[in-house]
């Protein structure tokens, strides 16, 4: 996956909600053993030997593996085109006075207005690396820039360089890390971990305090909204969990079908099928990056209700 163009929105918020002064801009995915074995992670250095994962606890990105790898080991110039143009003087060669080498000579120069260059200079970053053991024939990798960010005191181009190398070396999006976490509580913390609730607490209001959430949150009174529709479709079930940065609750229609919503990204919603309980595990930024992931995603637009219906019926369920 190539760089980002601009620090990604989602990464500013998190920065926001930190409640630590220092962080770490990461990601984390899941990888088949196979495809470690067949080189997918090869630039990083994480391997496969049949057994078990071989990888180096830190490796600076090559620079052949994308741009942003070139520019954290080589540098880059950059055109400020943000900034006002400045006057440069150009030329500075001889040329004879009216064309008449007999005559002398005098150096030509002239003056336009250009935007200014800048040199940065390479930081030679490396990645860190982190792994759990194999489960199921898969591998949770954890990346890590090896940069530390003041909360409140930062470049954007820094950050912009950090969030790119993530993305460009682990192919998925960068996440925001604190300080403050373990790396193992970090890696745990990245996947759901569901609970159906008992019909009792089945309540939005229940949800919210089971989540932790303020009940005030502008985001928390735009989901009540989607939770009572939700809940007028008939499911079974309600459910809620926890992971990461992220909140999330869900409606269980059937075993095989649940529809997932988040807190902190509210502009959708998940419906997943017979993999839901692993699929659901997975981080965000990583759903979203997978093509073949199986799943279907509503984006709260008007008509969302009657797209989520027709999906709904797709799969053999009735809403009321």
Known sequence: MPGYRNVP?????????LTMDTFYVGATRAFGTADLAAGRLKHLGIGWDGGQVQFDSAIVPPPSVGRWSNYNANGREVTRKDLPKQPKTMGGWLAPDFGDPSKGEHIVTWTRDVYRKETWHGQQLPILIDVQDPIDGKVTVGFRVDRVFQKDNY?????????????????????VVATDVSVASWLDTQFVDWKILPEGEATFERVVERLGVKSSSPRVREAKGRFE????????????GEGGFSRYFGFMFREELVALECLNYGNALYLMYEDWAQLSKRPRVDLLADPDAE???????GGWEKRLKQLLRSRGHEPR
Do not use: F, W
Not at 295 to 301: E, G, I, K, S
């Open 229 to 240: 529709a939700i809940r007028k479709m008939n499911p079974d079930k309600t459910v809620v």
């Open 9 to 17: 929105q989602i990464v500013s918020e998190q920065i926001a909600s």
């Open 295 to 301: 799943y279907d995603r509503v984006v709260h637009q």
């Open 155 to 175: 470049e954007e181009r820094d950050l912009l360089l950090a969030c790119s190398l993530i993305r460009e070396n682990a192919g998925t999006h960068a996440s």
